[in-house]
């Protein structure tokens, strides 16, 4: 497993970015300084990075609980350009989901590197682990990591319902301000994984739940993101089969709603919720 991933990255990186000279591989710089705009990011630069590699972060970032240490500079939707600049990062990291390559323009304007998590689904989510890795010099810590995640799929794969459960994703709101993930979102690829047919929208993000559409799907499981109750009040869902079938289960929403250093409990905690283990 190490040896393939490994034997990726190397093709990865060569491929990616400026041609080297013939026959020459020129190795990435390694970052001392990140500057996380992302919760996931910050995640995996700490647990499968170097504790003392972060030197900015988002106010949402709270995991692991030591980066409550480090300075914010992202409060809102926005980073604030000038307190990223006063840190002097090597690297600016962040999902490229929530901030987009205008969003990052400044920073390549005053020559900071960046690098943007893209990943739609756990192969290419792995993929740019092992690229991340390379940028910050922890290569064999994210190996370990990738080596979890395969473990858990694999697990997954011979735990799979032998009919594929339908399932609906739900970010719950206050009345009826629920969403739902959209198909093509990284959070639905991962029930794949474990074998449910996710019902939503075409969508790689959650998007507002018609309440008809999900009465009329009526799905095996419904998963929420937090704590189920607001959905189970819900009186417009009390005739759904999950709901009488007592098939409605609260996620982390950390660790569901991250593409961080949890993705392997994530695949782990589906996968028995699916099958009743």
């Given at each position: 497993?190490?040896?393939?991933?490994?034997?990726?990255?190397?093709?990865?990186?060569?491929?990616?970015?400026?041609?080297?000279?013939?026959?020459?591989?020129?190795?990435?710089?390694?970052?001392?300084?990140?500057?996380?705009?992302?919760?996931?990011?910050?995640?995996?630069?700490?647990?499968?990075?170097?504790?003392?590699?972060?030197?900015?972060?988002?106010?949402?970032?709270?995991?692991p609980?030591?980066?409550?240490?480090?300075?914010?500079?992202?409060?809102?939707?926005?980073?604030?350009?000038e307190?990223v600049?006063?840190?002097?990062?090597?690297?600016?990291?962040?999902?490229?989901?929530?901030?987009?390559e205008?969003?990052?323009?400044?920073?390549?304007?005053?020559?900071?590197?960046?690098?943007?998590?893209?990943?739609?689904?756990?192969?290419?989510?792995?993929?740019?682990?092992?690229?991340?890795?390379?940028l910050?010099?922890?290569?064999?810590?994210?190996?370990?990591?990738?080596?979890?995640?395969?473990?858990?799929?694999?697990?997954?794969?011979?735990?799979?319902?032998?009919?594929?459960?339908?399932?609906?994703?739900?970010?719950?709101?206050?009345?009826?301000?629920?969403?739902?993930?959209?198909?093509?979102?990284?959070?639905?690829?991962?029930?794949?994984?474990?074998?449910?047919?996710?019902?939503?929208?075409?969508?790689?993000?959650?998007?507002?739940?018609?309440?008809?559409?999900?009465?009329?799907?009526d799905?095996?499981?419904?998963?929420?993101?937090?704590?189920?109750?607001l959905?189970?009040?819900?009186?417009?869902?009390?005739?759904?089969?999950?709901?009488?079938?007592?098939?409605?289960?609260?996620?982390?929403?950390?660790?569901?709603?991250?593409?961080?250093?949890?993705?392997?409990?994530?695949?782990?905690?589906?996968?028995?919720?699916?099958?009743?283990?």
């Open positions: 497993m190490r040896i393939a991933g490994w034997a990726l990255l190397a093709a990865l990186l060569f491929a990616v970015g400026c041609q080297p000279e013939p026959n020459q591989i020129q190795p990435p710089k390694v970052a001392k300084k990140v500057v996380s705009l992302s919760p996931s990011l910050t995640e995996i630069v700490t647990v499968y990075g170097r504790t003392d590699i972060l030197v900015g972060r988002t106010a949402s970032c709270n995991y609980p030591y980066v409550g240490k480090v300075q914010v500079v992202m409060s809102g939707i926005k980073p604030d350009y307190k600049a006063s840190v002097k990062p090597d690297l600016v990291v962040y999902d490229a989901e929530i901030l987009s205008a969003d990052m323009a400044k920073f390549k304007e005053l020559g900071i590197p960046t690098f943007g998590l893209k990943a739609k689904d756990i192969p290419e989510f792995e993929r740019e682990l092992f690229r991340l890795g390379s910050v010099g922890t290569e064999s810590r994210t190996s370990d990591y990738v080596d979890k995640i395969e473990a858990a799929r694999a697990l997954a794969r011979v735990q799979r319902p032998k009919a594929p459960p339908t399932v609906a994703i739900i970010l719950p709101g206050s009345g009826s301000e629920h969403m739902v993930s959209g198909t093509a979102s990284f959070l639905a690829k991962v029930f794949e994984e474990c074998g449910a047919k996710v019902l939503g929208p075409e969508s790689d993000r959650f998007e507002p739940l018609n309440a008809e559409t999900l009465v009329a799907q799905p095996d499981f419904v998963f929420v993101a937090g704590e189920p109750t959905f189970l009040q819900d009186q417009r869902f009390k005739s759904l089969k999950a709901v009488s079938g007592k098939h409605v289960f609260g996620l982390n929403p950390d660790v569901a709603l991250r593409k961080g250093s949890r993705v392997d409990t994530l695949i782990k905690s589906v996968s028995n919720l699916l099958t009743g283990r």
